[in-house]
Structures are given as C-alpha cells and as structure tokens.
C-alpha cells in the first residue's frame, strides 16, 4: 500500500482493515519516515521502495489532495512503474487511479475515481466507469474515498473468496445506512453539489494540466 504526503487517510486504513483481518499490508514509502496525511494524521511506513523486491500480489494506491503532487514525483512513478509489471493486482481508491495513470498503468482499462475527478482519470487513457468498484482483468479501482471499503471487500472476494468477504463484511460490521441521500451528485441537491466543488477547488484541472504536461 503506497504512502505518499496529502494522502486522504481513510482511503488508506477502509481497505486496510478490511484486508488486514485475512493477510498482512505493507505500507511502502521511499523511507521510513513518517508520512502526514491531508488531515494530519500521520502514518509510519513498514517497508521502503528499496526494500520492496519480490512481486507484490496487490499494488495499492490510495488517493487525496497530494494526488497532483505525487504525479511529478519521479521517484513515486519509478517504484509504481516497477512494481506494476510484476504485482498480481494493481489497484487504488479514489483518485489514487489518476496516480496509476500516470505511471502508464491504466491505458485501456475500465476504471473508477472520485466524481470530481472523471476528467483527469480519462486523460491518462483510461476508460472511466461511474461505478463504486471496478474490476478490468488485474486492474480494480475503487471511487470516492467511503468506496475503499467496498473495494476492500470486492479485493478480498478476488484474492480468497466470498467467504473470507463476507466474513470481513461482519467483523467490520459493514451495514452502511447513511442519514442522509447526498453521497452522489446525482443524489445531491444543486446547493450542496456547488458548495462541495467549492471545498475540492482545481484538483481535477491541476491533475489535467499535470497529465499534459508532463506525461
């Protein structure tokens, strides 16, 4: 599970205690320093890129505000690159997809992100699908941050079975029943879809302008 600064935090921990209960994570970053989220909290690496030579059997990107950045880090791209050709499953939540388009990881692939950043992920040559999990061969990609957990679960039906899913499903007492019907814009009211466009600011243009820049 890929670390990087401005990480949305629970991107990171919704799969990890999902797939945690049945195998073992590894949080990779280039030390072992730790790394601070876009909230503050900060999260201490297990393994550094150097350290991680053998295949992977998941490649997992979470995504956040330090998206953009994390697109022109080269030492990022380098390891996601590498890790790529070998990694069982290459996967991400959010708009941590946008990151593995950026390493050339999903050109031709059916993928999902947040719904505010559907622009970006169509500029890396991805195909994007408005869904909560999507699984194109070895690629499967979560949406907006909540969907980590439904992607944990959808991973862990592909890497054990639906029994070890349904399992996790409990233990983790996943029964979501939201007190309110705004978790999509399509759900939304205009209002509310206006003032949480207002908070995300440029991110999908920065990640564009990213793309075409320097890709």
Known sequence: MLLYPGLTFLDLVGPQTVLSIFGKTMLLWKSLDPVRTESGNTVNPTTTFDECTDALDVLFVPGGYGTNDAMQDEEILAFLKRAGTSARYITSVCSGSI???MAGLLDGYKAATHWACYGALAETGAIPVHERVVIDRNRITGGGVTAGIDFGLKL????????????????VE?????P???????R?????VDA??????TMDNDMIGTLRTRR
Not at 158 to 171: N, R, S, V, Y
Not at 180 to 185: L, Q, R, W
């Open 99 to 101: 990151l593995l388009g």
């Open 156 to 171: 862990l039906a592909e890497l054990c079975d639906e029994k070890a899913a349904q399992t996790a499903q409990l233990i």
């Open 174 to 178: 996943y029964d979501p029943a939201p």
């Open 180 to 186: 309110f019907s705004a978790g999509t814009p399509d």
């Open 188 to 192: 939304a009211t205009p209002e509310v």
């Open 196 to 201: 949480a466009k207002l908070l995300l600011g």
